[in-house]
C-alpha cells in the first residue's frame, strides 16, 4: 500500500487557503470500486484525496442535503452516506457518528 503523499494535499489546499480543520483514513465507495484515502474536513469544504495525495473529490458543505449514517447488519456503524448536489456518496470511516456530528457543525456554523 502506498504511503499518502500529504505534501501533495498540503499544496492543493495551500493555493486555495483553506485550513484543514481535521483528517482522517478512509475509503470512498462507489458502484465500481472502493478508494483508500483520507478524508479532510475543512470550514466550507469537505475532500476525499486518494493514497497518492491527489483530491479526487471536493464537497461544498452547503451543497450537501442529506447526512446519514449506514449501518452493518442494523447495528454497527459503519459508514457515512450523504446526498451533495445529485449525486450520493458512501465513505467508508472510523468512528463515523463522529464524523457525522463535526459535518454536522461545520454544515450549521456555515448557515449561521
Known amino acids: 500500500m502506498a504511503k499518502l503523499n500529504k ?3 498540503t499544496e ?3 493555493n486555495e487557503r483553506i485550513v484543514i480543520e481535521i483528517e482522517t483514513d478512509c475509503k470512498l465507495v462507489t458502484i465500481k470500486s472502493k478508494t483508500r484515502g483520507k478524508l ?3 470550514k466550507k469544504k469537505l475532500f476525499f484525496a486518494n493514497e497518492e495525495g491527489r483530491i479526487l ?3 461544498n458543505l452547503a451543497q450537501i442535503h442529506s ?3 449506514r449501518k452493518w447488519f442494523g447495528l454497527f456503524s ?3 452516506f450523504f446526498g451533495h448536489e445529485n449525486s ?4 467508508k470511516v472510523q468512528f463515523p457518528k463522529d464524523w457525522k456530528s463535526l459535518i454536522d457543525r461545520q454544515i450549521s456554523m456555515l448557515k449561521a
Open 78 to 80: 459503519k459508514d457515512i
Open 40 to 42: 479532510i474536513l475543512t
Open 67 to 69: 447526512l446519514n449514517i
Open 7 to 9: 505534501m501533495v494535499i
Open 12 to 14: 492543493q489546499l495551500i
Open 88 to 91: 450520493y456518496y458512501t465513505i
Open 57 to 59: 473529490e471536493t464537497f
